[in-house]
C-alpha cells in the first residue's frame, strides 16, 4: 500500500516515561484514519512525531519516502511545509490579522506563492468568504476551525493531520467540520490523520487506530460508533500496568 507517512519501530520517551512505545504503522495515502485511545496513550505524541514536529528518541519516521532523522533542522522544517498540514484542538489564528491574511501566512514565510485559485475554492467549500475581512476574533469557533483547516490545506499538503479539531466545538458545528474532512478525503483524494475522543466523529474515518499505554493495539476497518464505543469502554476497564505514587 502506498503510505504518506511510515513510522518505524518508533519510541518516545520523556524521562522515565514511555510516550510512544515501537511504534510501527502507516498512513496510507487517500484515505481517512481515526486514532483513538485514552487519555495519555500517546496520540498527540505519535501525531506529532509523524508530522516532524517532534523527534522520536529511536526508531524512524519517513515523510514522503525521506527519513526525517537523517535532515537537519533547516531540511525538516522545508520538508514539513511541503507535505504536512497540522491542525489543533486551539485553531492557533494570529489574532491581530484578518482570516484572509491567515490562510496565506504559513506559505508567504515559506517564501512559497500562494495558488489563490485554490484558496478561494477551499474558502468556498468551507462557506467563509463572507468572513475573510474579519479578525479571528468576531468568528464563531467552528468558523475558525474551517479557517485553521484552509490554512493547513493551502499549501496543497500530502497529510493534513488533526490533534482532537472538533474537542472545543458545538455538535453542529464539529459535524460540519468532519463533513469537511471526509469530503476533502472524498472529492480530492486528501489524506487525513484525525485524533479524537468521539467515536461518533471517528465512525466517519476508514480506518481507526487504537493507541493504549504508547502502543497501536488495534485497527479497525470501517468502524462504527457503537464498535468504537465498545473497544475504548474494554479499554478503559483493563488493568492499569504503570505503578502510580500514593495518589
Ligand atoms: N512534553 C512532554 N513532557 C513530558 N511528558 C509528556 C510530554 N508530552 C506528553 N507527555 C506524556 O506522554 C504521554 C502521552 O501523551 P499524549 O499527549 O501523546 O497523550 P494523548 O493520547 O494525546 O492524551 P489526550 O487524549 O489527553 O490528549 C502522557 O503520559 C503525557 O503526560
Ligand atoms: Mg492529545
Redesign the pocket.
Known sequence: MNHVVTLTGVTKK?GE?T?LDDVSLGFPRGRFTAVM?P????????IQCAAALDTPTSGSVAIGGVDVGTLNETKRTELRRAHIGFVFQSYNLLPAITVEENLTLTLRLAGRKPDLAWIRMLVERVGLHDRLRHRPGELSGGQQQRAAIVRALAGRPDVLFADEPTGALDLRSASQVLDLLRSMVDDLGQTVVM?T?DPAAAARAHDALI?AD?RLVDVLPAPSAEDLAARLTRLAGRPVAAAGGAL
Open positions: 520523556y516515561l510516550a485511545g487519555s495519555g496513550s500517546g496520540k498527540s505524541t505519535l485524533v475522543h493507541m504508547g
